[in-house]
């Protein structure tokens, strides 16, 4: 979950059109990056308290090898 871009951009939300007008900078990518890292613990941290797998996956890996392979692991 790394962003590609740098510099000023505009994002555009492709479920309501939506735009926002922002500036990566290492310090952007930076606090993104420490936000990312904070709301995966978070939810890593729930569902260990309930007793629920979970298994952080990302769109780098196909998702027939997540599903055929490293799923069945666990």
Do not use: H
Not at 23 to 41: C, F, K, M, N
Request: hydrophobic share 40%.
């Amino acid at each position: 979950m790394t962003p590609q871009w740098t510099g000023d951009l505009r994002l555009i939300d492709a479920e309501n059109g939506d735009t926002a007008e922002v500036t990566l900078d290492p310090v952007a990518l930076e606090e993104y990056a420490l936000r990312i890292a904070a709301w995966q613990s978070e939810i890593e941290a729930y569902c260990i308290s309930r007793d629920i797998r979970y298994t952080k996956i990302t769109t780098s890996v196909p998702w027939e090898q997540t599903i055929f392979q490293s799923l069945p692991r666990q």
